[in-house]
């Protein structure tokens, strides 16, 4: 029925979605996600969407738009069990045609192992800025 | 040799994570956090922090400072296994003699079980606005 490839770890499914993202491939990145879970999808600044349909939107959305980025993850740090895998990621986003980076962001990414392997349950990204008072000067003084 | 509470579920961890923030109690708020694995805290736009020695600071300097906050959860979507769970919640924030609430967040938090039972290994907000250009006309037009 579906020619979707299987990812044999959750660091194959992280690196098929930030391949689909660098691509603006909806296709690529819709065979990362879980069909079976009720998935979650928090763009930064953006209100969470629950359920592929809505998330397909949304990478439909950014893939049609003009801005081509790519993104490089680094200082990953990982909580992992048989069947699912969380993965804190520091992303740094390059724009196409620009030579400045994107503040960084940083992304929790959730990865559950099903019949047909490994595939991205929730991603939630948002920035995170070294210096918050110097990028944001808007932002609430509270924290939390 | 310890006092900490057992959290016999992850539900459970989370509600004691929310009282300890309503509360300001900085012993109850780090006895919801896991000793055991590599901790990771992002409050809504700041650094990423890793290991229990700054998260713990992070909550100290928010919970002596002047603002009071208290947290209601809503529209908690769950990925569970029997040693690890993700919850993705709403969260409703309210600040000490201020009637209107906070913009929403979303905050994505990664429950282990561990010989102690339940314990937060990961929480992660940030902003959630149901309108993000007009909560933050600054904003970038690219979503990720």
């Given at each position: 029925m579906s020619n979707k490839p299987t990812f044999t770890s959750a660091a194959e499914a992280e690196a098929a979605?930030?391949?689909a993202l660098a691509r603006s491939d909806l296709d690529a990145m819709m065979?990362?996600?879980?069909?079976?879970?009720?998935v979650v999808c928090v763009h930064p600044d953006n209100p969470r969407l629950v359920g592929l349909a809505s998330v397909r939107e949304s990478w439909?959305?950014?893939?049609?738009?003009?801005?081509?980025?790519?993104?490089?993850?680094?200082?990953?740090?990982?909580?992992?069990?048989m069947q699912l895998e969380v993965h804190?990621?520091?992303?740094?986003?390059?724009?196409?045609?620009?030579?400045?980076?994107q503040p960084p962001m940083v992304?929790?990414?959730?990865?559950?192992?099903?019949?047909?392997?490994?595939?991205l349950v929730m991603h939630h990204a948002s920035a995170a800025p070294e210096n918050p008072h110097a990028a944001r000067p808007d932002a609430?003084?509270?924290?939390?």
């Amino acid at each position: 029925m579906s020619n979707k490839p299987t990812f044999t770890s959750a660091a194959e499914a992280e690196a098929a979605f930030y391949e689909a993202l660098a691509r603006s491939d909806l296709d690529a990145m819709m065979a990362v996600w879980s069909e079976d879970e009720e998935v979650v999808c928090v763009h930064p600044d953006n209100p969470r969407l629950v359920g592929l349909a809505s998330v397909r939107e949304s990478w439909r959305q950014l893939f049609t738009g003009k801005v081509k980025l790519s993104v490089r993850t680094s200082h990953r740090v990982v909580t992992a069990t048989m069947q699912l895998e969380v993965h804190s990621v520091i992303e740094h986003i390059a724009v196409e045609g620009e030579k400045r980076l994107q503040p960084p962001m940083v992304a929790t990414n959730v990865y559950m192992r099903g019949a047909l392997g490994w595939r991205l349950v929730m991603h939630h990204a948002s920035a995170a800025p070294e210096n918050p008072h110097a990028a944001r000067p808007d932002a609430p003084r509270i924290v939390h």
